[in-house]
C-alpha cells in the first residue's frame, strides 16, 4: 500500500533492486542526489499509478531508462539527469506530463519534434546538456507551457515565430547558446510573459518595445551580469526604458 518513497540526499549506491516494482500503488518516487548506477529496472514500468519521478543529480547513461517506462502513462513530473545521444521514443508517450526537466545532463542530438505532441507541459527544462540544432516549430503547440528553459546548450537558428503561440509562458530562458537572427514580434504578445533570458547569443537587430510593455516583464531579466558578458544576446536597445543600462561597456565572450 506504499505510495510515497523519497529516498533523496542518503548517498544510496548500487542498482535500484527489481522489487519495487511490487509497489503496484506507488505514486511518488524521488531518488535524487545519491550515487545509484547501473540501468532503472524494467519492472519499475509495472508501476502504472506513479505520477511523480524525480532522480536529479544521477547520472544515468544512454539506456538507463528502459522502454517500460513508456508504461508510465499517469506520470506527471519526471525530473532526472540524463546521459543519452537522443531521448527514447517511449517518451512521447506520456502525455500526462506537466513537469519535464532534464537538466545538467549530457544530452546531445537535436531538441525532437515530439515535444510537441506532450500537450499538458506547462514546465520544460533542458538546461546545460548538448543539445544542437533549431528549436523545433512544434514548440508553439504546448499551449499549457508557463517555464521553457533552454539555457547553457548548443541550440542554433533563430527563435520560431511560434512561441507567439504559447500565451500562458511566463518565463523564456534560451541563454548561452549559438541562436541568431531576431526576436519573433509575436512574442511582444504574451501577456504573461515576466522573464526573458537571452544573453551569450549571437542575435541581431533591436529589441522589441512591445516585449518591453508588457506588464509583468522585468527589465533586469534581460542580463544577469552586464560584465564580461554580450548584455542582451547581441541585441540593439531602442531606449534604456526597455533595456537596463550597464555601468561598463560588454566584453564580448567566445564560445567554444
Not at 18 to 40: D, H, K, M, Q, Y
Not at 144 to 173: D, I
Request: with cysteine.
Amino acid at each position: 500500500s506504499l505510495t510515497t518513497l523519497d529516498v533523496k540526499l542518503n548517498i544510496l549506491t548500487g542498482m535500484l533492486p527489481p522489487a519495487i516494482g511490487a509497489l503496484s500503488n506507488l505514486a511518488f518516487l524521488e531518488i535524487s542526489g545519491n550515487r545509484i548506477t547501473g540501468t532503472v529496472p524494467t519492472e519499475l514500468g509495472l508501476c502504472t499509478k506513479l505520477t511523480v519521478f524525480r532522480a536529479e543529480r544521477q547520472s544515468f547513461s544512454d539506456g538507463a531508462f528502459p522502454a517500460e517506462m513508456g508504461r508510465l502513462t499517469s506520470l506527471e513530473e519526471l525530473v532526472a539527469s540524463l546521459a543519452m545521444e537522443q531521448l527514447p521514443s517511449w517518451f512521447w508517450t506520456l502525455t500526462n506530463l506537466r513537469v519535464l526537466r532534464l537538466e545538467i545532463g549530457e544530452i546531445s542530438g537535436t531538441l525532437p519534434s515530439e515535444l510537441g505532441r506532450l500537450s499538458n507541459l506547462e514546465i520544460v527544462s533542458f538546461m546545460v546538456n548538448y543539445l544542437s540544432g533549431p528549436i523545433p516549430t512544434e514548440i508553439g503547440l504546448l499551449r499549457n507551457l508557463e517555464v521553457l528553459k533552454l539555457g547553457s546548450n548548443r541550440l542554433t537558428g533563430t527563435l520560431p515565430s511560434e512561441l507567439g503561440r504559447l500565451k500562458r509562458l511566463e518565463m523564456l530562458g534560451v541563454e548561452t547558446n549559438r541562436l541568431t537572427g531576431g526576436m519573433p514580434v509575436q512574442i511582444g504578445a504574451l501577456t504573461n510573459l515576466g522573464s526573458v533570458m537571452l544573453r551569450n547569443n549571437d542575435f541581431s537587430g533591436v529589441f522589441p518595445p512591445a516585449v518591453c510593455s508588457l506588464r509583468n516583464f522585468e527589465l533586469k531579466t534581460l542580463t544577469d551580469n552586464c560584465e564580461g558578458e554580450e548584455p542582451y544576446g547581441g541585441f540593439q536597445c531602442p531606449s534604456h526604458i526597455c533595456c537596463p543600462e550597464c555601468p561598463n561597456p560588454p566584453i564580448v565572450r567566445r564560445r567554444l
